[in-house]
């Protein structure tokens, strides 16, 4: 079963079916089956940059944080591990992690870059999603 949690202040009216859809098929593209969780945080501006400071010494918002449970040791760490059953835990489920999303800078990205609310929210969590299956980026 794959449980995707999404947590969104009131304010910030997001799809959440579109959210969880998005990353089913990111999940299904890896090949990725099972039991999953993963949470994604749709937030604003004061508290993203409060993350960002705590977590990354960086005293600014930003659009998107991702905290992976398991941070493999290289981008190619996943390339090694087999797509469907390779849950560790002893309740098998695979806890990915959580991805914090910033309301305010989605509005502000979609409007530079000429897209929708619903695109630039499905962009980063594509993004974040591939930051929890261990691709980095510099």
């Known amino acids: 079963m794959i449980n995707i949690i999404v947590n969104c202040d009131p304010r910030y009216p997001v799809n959440k079916l579109a959210i969880q859809a998005t990353v089913v098929e990111i999940l299904n593209q890896q090949r990725i089956s099972g039991n999953v969780e993963i949470g994604i945080n749709i937030v604003g501006d004061r508290k993203m940059h409060e993350f960002n400071k705590k977590y990354r010494g960086i005293d600014a918002t930003t659009n998107i944080l991702s905290f992976a449970l398991e941070d493999p040791a290289s981008s190619n760490q996943l390339q090694h591990i087999p797509r469907i059953g390779f849950v560790k835990a002893p309740d098998k489920v695979l806890r990915l992690g959580d991805?914090?999303?910033?309301?305010?800078?989605v509005i502000k990205d979609a409007s530079q870059s000429g897209s929708s609310v619903e695109e630039e929210v499905r962009f980063l969590v594509e993004h974040g999603m591939k930051h929890l299956l261990g691709v980095h980026h510099d």
């Open 99 to 105: 991805i914090l999303i910033s309301y305010p800078q």
